[in-house]
Every structure is written in C-alpha cells, then in structure tokens.
C-alpha cells in the first residue's frame, strides 16, 4: 500500500498574501509566495497553511450553518489571543463579545479577513481562568 503522508492545509481566498500574512501575525513563522502570488505558503512550529489563489472565493456563512471545516489553534490566555485575532482583522462570531476571566465554554468561534472560521480552544480544563 503506498504511504500517504500529512501536506499542508490550503484555503481557497482572494487575497493570498494578506491573508498569509493575518496567519503569520497570529501563529509567527515565515512567508513564502510563488512570484505570481497564486501560491503562498505559511512555514510556522505547527503544520504549513498553504494559501491559494480563487478569484470566485466565497466564505462559508457561520450564520446559515455553512461550516464546511475549521482549524482549533490551542491558546492559554484567550483575552490576548482574541485581542491579536481583532487586531489583525479577524472577527470574532460566537461569542462576538470580548472574553472575559473564568469563561466556562472552552472554545470560541472567529472568521480570519477572507472569512475562513477558526476557533480559539482551551488547551486545559484549568486554562483562562
């Protein structure tokens, strides 16, 4: 049986660059685009993000129940991580208000700026308090 190995994760969008560029300012890591800018690539600790060129991209409706597929990024203080994530122009869906110490729920939902949902994840019970 051939092997098959884990790649990268690829999202379709309008603006590849910037939106590499969103992943990196959140995660860290370097920024690599083909010279046409069809085909960038996030190199950062955790596996490739990989961001294609699609000129007819358009984001999944969090409202409407689109959710085709999401990324969990783990974080241990979410009150930074959210106020990173509005920085770089994601929005916040579920909850949309700010987070506040001691939430009970152990994830929360955000759209990146090409609207590509993501959530922010507890990596413990004990974590955000």
């Given at each position: 049986?051939?092997?098959?190995?884990?790649?990268?994760?690829?999202?379709?969008c309008?603006?590849?660059?910037?939106?590499?560029?969103?992943?990196?300012?959140?995660?860290?890591?370097?920024?690599?685009?083909?010279?046409?800018?069809?085909?960038?690539?996030?190199?950062?600790?955790?596996?490739?993000?990989?961001?294609?060129?699609?000129?007819?991209?358009?984001?999944?409706?969090?409202?409407?129940?689109?959710?085709?597929?999401?990324?969990?990024?783990?974080?241990?203080?979410?009150?930074?991580?959210?106020?990173?994530?509005v920085?770089?122009?994601?929005?916040?869906?579920?909850?949309?208000?700010?987070?506040?110490?001691?939430?009970?729920?152990?994830?929360?939902?955000?759209?990146?700026?090409?609207?590509?949902?993501?959530?922010?994840?507890?990596?413990?019970?004990?974590?955000?308090?």
């Amino acid at each position: 049986m051939a092997k098959v190995s884990f790649g990268n994760i690829a999202f379709d969008c309008k603006e590849p660059v910037e939106l590499a560029r969103f992943y990196a300012g959140l995660l860290g890591g370097e920024v690599d685009a083909d010279p046409e800018g069809d085909w960038v690539s996030l190199h950062w600790d955790g596996p490739d993000l990989a961001f294609q060129h699609a000129p007819d991209h358009r984001p999944p409706s969090w409202q409407d129940g689109e959710l085709q597929a999401h990324i969990d990024f783990l974080v241990e203080d979410i009150q930074s991580a959210h106020a990173r994530v509005v920085e770089l122009g994601g929005r916040a869906l579920d909850p949309t208000s700010d987070p506040k110490p001691g939430e009970e729920r152990g994830f929360r939902v955000y759209a990146d700026p090409a609207g590509h949902l993501f959530c922010l994840c507890r990596p413990s019970p004990d974590a955000w308090r």
